[in-house]
């Protein structure tokens, strides 16, 4: 059995579960949150700084542009500086940001929401292969668990959203909204994986515990797996 370092980290079945619910959580956070922006953002604009439509689209595509380039950015940056640092940073770090979205002018308006764009998008792909890593050999579950609740927040999101705003205005959703990356604090909860770094490259390996003799057997697998390819 490994010892030393580059062990593999041992975490209770229960752990693991609590830390997937977190990362559902943050991923209702932020997906929340991104549908204010894409649905409302141009309404926004337009009520409250009175730009025209075709100027609301243009500051729209910014944003997106930037939460492209923030998603892009995500994966190479969790793989140097680790999952929940980056997690931590791209919903919690957003925060600042999106509380102050509200009570500025037009041109920190738009800086801001490139801001926004770059820090919160980095989060999902973190989030992704942070709970694959957390249930290993269980990738089409969880990117099917992930991907699906995302886009069923987004489009729940957009939906509670538009009629909050109807019952009261686009400025008081967004003034609400802007709450939302604040629960990235329960980042805090989630375990951080052992790492071991041969060659800079950075692995992370939990092992859950299960009675079962053939599970250990596979994990034992997995783990000799991994080390041979990375060798």
Request: net charge positive; aromatic share 12%.
């Amino acid at each position: 059995m490994l010892t030393g370092p580059g062990a593999p980290q041992a975490i209770s079945k229960n752990r693991v579960i609590i830390s997937i619910i977190i990362l559902l959580v943050l991923i209702f956070s932020k997906y929340f949150y991104m549908a204010s922006m894409t649905s409302y953002f141009t309404f926004y604009l337009i009520d409250k700084f009175h730009v025209s439509v075709q100027h609301s689209q243009i500051y729209l595509f910014i944003f997106l542009a930037s939460v492209a380039a923030g998603t892009i950015l995500g994966g190479p940056l969790g793989d140097r500086y680790g999952r929940k640092l980056i997690i931590w940073i791209s919903i919690l770090g957003a925060a600042p940001f999106t509380l102050l979205l509200p009570h500025v002018g037009l041109t920190a308006t738009i800086l801001l929401s490139v801001l926004i764009g770059l820090i919160i998008s980095s989060a999902f792909s973190a989030i992704l292969v942070y709970a694959t890593e957390l249930i290993p050999g269980k990738v089409g579950m969880v990117a099917g668990l992930f991907f699906g609740f995302a886009f069923g927040m987004g489009g729940i999101g957009s939906a509670v959203l538009g009629s909050l705003a109807d019952k009261t205005s686009i400025e008081y959703v967004f003034s609400i909204c802007a709450y939302l990356p604040l629960i990235g604090i329960i980042t805090a909860f989630c375990p951080i994986l052992r790492e071991r770094n041969p060659g800079n490259k950075t692995i992370r390996r939990p092992v859950i515990i299960r009675s079962s003799p053939i599970k250990k057997v596979a994990a034992r697998v997995y783990e000799t797996a991994t080390l041979l390819l990375y060798r």
